[in-house]
């Protein structure tokens, strides 16, 4: 019987939401800690906000044109770039842009969080001198650019470094005005909807190249769990975001599921059509290892040149294959996992930053909304079985409770506890 895609990668799902939550939590502790020593609203000139600098003097009908035109010019710029990727990676100019994503690591770990660092030690007085604090910040940027793309790098770190450019771009993001920055969002969200999904979006045609190719898109992905090779005809599920987004929807019928470096002993009897797979539970003894081979009398390429088969590890193997198919084709195996593009922490961290920025209630209204838009995207990507927009569900739940929040919640719990009719 086949079983819910949605149960075979809960312990993945998990491993998606814990570092959501953990860069909304730490994005809105460094508004908390910093506020009072940086004033939130932005003092100079970026991307998003090259048409109109909000000022408080202004009126509502000011400052929301003006935030429409600097969310129109922000979408702009992003679609072109976009398209420019795709551009590039149409003509296999893989290098450039691998080096280009090591070079934005590295511009954002070394300013942006340098910049971080120092209000940081300022704030908390901490006696440190300017050269030690070079060598820290020296020997960070060049660890996270590194772990970038390097195999060798352990992906705890990988992840942790992910997470700390998510954490560092939405800090940063936070000092936008407030009209700006809600603008902005909601046409982030609708962006990523249509540059995914639409024919001809830019995000769109970077999944077809990569699938066609069948290779990785070089861009900042944080992955619930790494895959096998960045070579692997494995497909992973994509949640896409504006500009750094990546995946490779699956050729297969059927949804398999595999933890890293999996490698199962399977069984082919073509007389009952049985498959079984041995070698689980870490038992270091599996039959039938010598005298496995395929249909054509080849030695499988599961088992070694010497004969002796892969380290030893309990497999998680879903066969879901027709029982109409040739027994090799029933053979498939696909080491997937979720993987979130770095935008999406960036713009879930931002959201909850902004709420920060009111008070705590709005905050933890908006980390729910999120976390539930979150969900409400993995259970339709278990249904519809390729890459989806991560932003728009989750971007229209957090700014929705957000106004709801603030507008209507708020006053009343306020007026009912201040009347002491509620405690």
């Known amino acids: 019987m086949e079983s819910s895609v949605l149960e075979s990668i809960g312990v993945e799902i998990i491993g998606v939401m814990s570092p959501v939550s953990i860069c909304m939590f730490l994005v809105v502790l460094l508004v908390y800690t910093l506020s009072t020593t940086s004033s939130p609203e932005t003092t100079f000139t970026t991307a998003a906000n090259l048409v109109y600098a909000e000022n408080p003097s202004d009126t509502t009908a000011q400052k929301l044109e003006g935030a429409l035109l600097n969310a129109v010019v922000f979408i702009i710029l992003i679609a072109i770039v976009t398209f420019l990727l795709v551009l590039l990676y149409y003509y296999n100019c893989t290098a450039f842009l691998r080096n280009y994503v090591r070079f934005s690591a590295f511009f954002v770990l070394a300013t942006m969080g340098g910049s971080i660092f120092i209000n940081l030690i300022e704030r908390f007085s901490i006696p440190l001198d300017s050269i030690t604090f070079f060598i820290f910040l020296f020997n960070f940027t060049i660890v996270g650019v590194l772990s970038v793309f390097a195999e060798a790098i352990p992906i705890i770190v990988r992840q942790c470094y992910m997470v700390c450019l998510g954490i560092f771009v939405a800090a940063w993001f936070t000092k936008l005005p407030e009209w700006t920055t809600w603008t902005l969002l909601v046409a982030l969200a609708l962006y990523d909807l249509v540059a995914v999904l639409a024919p001809g979006g830019p995000l769109k045609l970077l999944v077809e190249l990569a699938s066609s190719r069948n290779e990785e898109l070089p861009a900042l992905i944080y992955e619930a769990r790494p895959t096998v090779a960045p070579n692997s005809r494995a497909a992973a599920f994509g949640l896409f975001v504006a500009g750094v987004s990546e995946a490779q929807p699956t050729q297969s019928s059927s949804i398999e599921l595999q933890e890293l470096q999996v490698v199962p002993i ?48 309990s497999p998680l193997v879903e066969v879901m294959g027709n029982e109409r198919r040739e027994p090799r ?4 195996f696909a080491e997937r996992g979720i993987k979130l593009g770095l935008g999406d922490f960036v713009f879930y961290s931002v959201l909850v930053g902004r709420a920060a920025m009111y008070d705590l209630m709005t905050v933890y209204a908006c980390y729910l909304a999120i976390i539930s838009g979150l969900g409400c995207t993995l259970i339709l990507l278990s249904v519809c079985r390729h890459a989806l927009p991560a932003l728009p569900i989750s971007i229209a739940l957090g700014v929705l409770f957000y106004f709801l929040t603030r507008l209507l919640m708020e006053p009343f719990i306020v007026g009912t506890a201040t009347n002491l009719m509620m405690f």
Do not use: C
Not at 329 to 332: A, G, I, K, L, Q
């Open 329 to 332: 084709e029933r053979e498939e």
């Open 266 to 313: 399977v069984n082919m009897n073509e007389r009952d059509n049985d498959i079984h797979i041995e070698g689980g539970g870490g038992d270091d003894s599996v039959a039938g290892v010598e005298d496995f081979r395929n249909d054509e009398g080849e030695r499988s390429p599961l088992v070694g040149n010497n004969g002796n088969r892969e380290e030893e590890r």
